[in-house]
């Protein structure tokens, strides 16, 4: 009975967490799927997402307007960085790895400014009203609840955008054949721009979501981008539906591998499904294999 | 043509004067405080190095320890890493050329070991709990360790009646000689661990463990973590809707940040600094401490602040006998010419051979935000 109790404790928290991680997933997938880019940065957007309305409800804003302005701050930052460092790059025909490391520059650049501005100390998201719910064995809290229904709720907008709009159409085009797409006459260069921004909006969103949860620090990034990569490659690139699969199975794994291994060990068995997959299914779950 | 040059001359003999003298006047004694300045565990670092810079400022004040300034140059070990520790002891010895530091927190402190004793410098402890650093050459607690005041809290809650336990610590040194050493003391009491997690340092989530912890259902959780950890496992058991009591051997002052009401009833261990004290010199500290930084020092800044005297009455042992204070292994041969000294809690500590000494210590909980005296040890 206690191991039943257990593992429905632990199922409902890896599906909790595992929304959020799907919501991770498809943030960072929307942009590598489109442009290709290995978005070191995005750690950074979440992070300062995070900070910036942390900052504004310190200044006696209220959370709704603060969450605003922090997504919006969050969007305008990624379209930044692929405005000023990306494009730029691509232009002039700079190698993945260039890309990278410029990538990778951005993100301990802004984490460290970010430290200096702000410190080292966590800062708790206060003012959502959380409350325990208990039904059953099970046991969340309303801050969980809002967790689930906010990250499903913009993950159905995003594949409802994707599939029904025309710039959806559009992105989906770039994603899967960036030349053919110029041909027809989509410009190229404001897809990428407008991937860069949904993303960043969504990484924003996850990141309010984490830290209403938990207080930030200015690392939090890094562990965001960690899982953001790893959903995409389990899922498999080039399809979205794949990381919100890989984000789900990510975090129930993580949640459940408690029950027969000491919780120290969480990273490793993310990685070492990481690493299954790509030994068996090199393409991810729900990746096609290329000719 | 020969005038100006003379005037040079004597100009030029004047300063050189001048600056022999300021150098003959102002000795140094520079010594490192290798402390918790980042990370989870940077307020232990914020308020330790407080209670330094009072006593600094208090020993320069009146002219030094026998005309040596003291100097206090602060490294960061980053809440525990041992790295960090390893550079800054590098940095402290090979640059600042100090014969003392002050560390703090049980795996940078361990980490330094085998360099000081080498380097013959000496090194105390006023804040890391782990009974690992006993018996080490050249260490020297003024810290009740881990050993005395984690089965203190036991026996009050194992008294109350409870027998079951669950514990969930940090993989550092503190905290794993810790749990360790409950977990022997439970059994011996009778009681039974139903179970026990390691944790990630730093982490935040807890959700998982806490999963654990609620599906044992045990009479009560040991957390011997430091810093901040603490506050998000009491977050996390109290969100699962665990009611058992949480005990631990740590609350660092932001810890209600994290928590905010979930930490009422926390339980934990620790030396009783007494602010309302009548001794003169515990009275001065607690004035000054709270005219600079407007709030009561702690145990840890206590614990920092004697330790910043303890050296300047090394210093002046060192110089009476006509000794260099600069080097490591005098001072600490000074410090068995008496092993008592003057103890900001009141009367004298006396260090004994294993380098570890004894202070009063007191089983706090937390209520309404705040520690409240609930045991007294006797001795």
């Known amino acids: 009975m ?9 199922l409902v928290r890896g599906l909790i967490t595992g929304s959020l991680y799907a919501l991770l997933g498809v943030s960072w997938g929307i942009i590598y799927n489109t442009t290709r880019t290995f978005h070191f940065a995005h750690g950074f957007v979440y992070t300062l997402a995070s900070y910036l309305i942390l900052a504004l409800v310190g200044l006696s804003l209220p959370l709704i307007p603060s969450l605003l302005v922090g997504l919006t ?125 949904i993303g960043s909006l969504l990484v924003g969103i996850a990141s309010f979501l984490a830290t209403l949860d938990r207080p930030a620090n200015p690392n939090i990034g890094l562990h965001a981008l960690l ?29 459940l591998v408690i029950m027969v291994l000491p919780t120290e060990y969480k990273m490793i068995v993310t990685f070492f499904i990481l690493f299954l997959v790509i030994l068996i299914k090199p393409e991810g779950l729900m990746g096609k294999k290329s000719v | 043509m020969k005038n100006r040059k003379f ?99 049980s795996a940078p ?27 080490i050459p050249y260490l020297y607690n003024t810290r009740m360790l881990g050993n005395e005041i ?47 997690q390691m944790h990630e340092t730093g982490a935040t989530d807890f959700t998982s463990e806490a999963s654990i912890i609620k599906a044992k259902n045990p009479d009560i959780i040991f957390c011997p973590s430091t810093g901040l950890d603490v506050g998000y496992v009491i977050k996390a058991v109290r969100k699962m809707g665990v009611k058992a009591p949480i005990c631990g051997t740590e609350h660092s002052g932001d810890m209600e940040k994290v928590t905010g009401d979930a930490s009422e009833g926390y339980l934990f261990a620790s030396e009783f600094f007494d602010v309302n004290s009548d001794d003169p010199w515990t009275k001065r500290f607690v004035s000054t401490f709270k005219k600079k930084y407007d709030v009561d020092p702690d145990f840890y800044a206590a614990n920092y602040y004697e330790l910043t005297y303890i050296l300047k009455d090394l210093v002046s042992r060192v110089v009476a006998k006509g000794g260099n204070p600069l080097d490591g292994s005098q001072l600490e041969k000074a410090i068995w010419d008496d092993p008592k000294f003057k103890s900001i809690y009141g009367g004298y500590i006396k260090f004994k051979k294993d380098g570890t000494c004894e202070k009063p210590v007191v089983l706090f909980e937390i209520q309404k935000g705040t520690p409240v005296i609930v045991k007294k040890q006797e001795r």
């Open chain 1, 2 to 10: 206690e191991a039943v109790s257990l593992f429905l404790q632990l």
């Open chain 1, 227 to 255: 899982i953001s990569f790893i959903t995409v490659f389990l899922g498999g690139v080039g399809n979205l539906k794949g990381a919100v699969i890989g984000g789900l199975i990510l975090g129930v794994a993580e949640s």
């Open chain 2, 150 to 196: 984690a089965p203190f809290t036991l026996k009050y809650l194992w008294d109350m009646g409870y027998r079951t336990m669950a514990t969930i610590y940090a993989n550092q040194t503190a905290p794993i000689s810790l749990n360790d050493a409950a977990t022997k003391y439970w059994k011996k009491l009778g009681g039974k661990i139903v179970s026990e």
């Open chain 1, 73 to 197: 701050a969050a969007t305008m930052a990624g379209c930044a960085i692929e405005y000023f460092a990306y494009r730029p790059m691509r232009e002039q025909n700079a190698s993945q790895l260039s890309v990278f490391l410029t990538a990778m520059g951005i993100m301990i650049a802004g984490q460290s400014l970010i430290l200096l501005i702000f410190g080292p100390d966590s800062r708790p998201l206060e003012g959502f009203p959380e409350r325990v719910i208990s039904l059953g064995p099970v046991t969340f809290t309303t801050i969980d609840l809002f967790t689930v229904v906010l990250a499903w709720t913009v993950i159905a907008f995003l594949f409802h955008f994707l599939a029904r709009t025309k710039a959806g159409m559009m992105i989906r085009a770039v994603s899967s054949n960036p030349e053919k797409a110029t041909f027809i006459g989509i410009d190229s260069k404001k897809i990428y721009l407008l991937v860069f921004g």
């Open chain 2, 7 to 105: 005037i040079c001359l004597i100009g030029l003999a004047f300063m050189l004067l001048t600056s022999m003298s300021y150098a003959a006047d102002s000795k140094e004694f520079k010594f490192g405080e290798i402390l918790a300045m980042t990370g989870s565990g940077s307020w232990y670092g914020m308020t330790m190095e407080r209670g330094v810079n009072i006593a600094v400022d208090e020993i320069n004040k009146d002219g030094g320890s026998d005309g040596y300034k003291f100097i206090g140059v602060v490294e960061d070990h980053k809440s525990g890493l041992t790295t960090p520790a390893q550079n800054a002891f590098r940095k402290l010895t090979s640059i600042d050329n100090v014969p003392a530091i002050l560390s703090s927190f």
């Open chain 2, 109 to 135: 402190t361990l980490s330094i070991m085998a360099m000081a004793k080498q380097k013959k410098i000496i090194v105390f402890n006023g804040g890391a709990t782990s009974p690992k650093l006993i018996n």
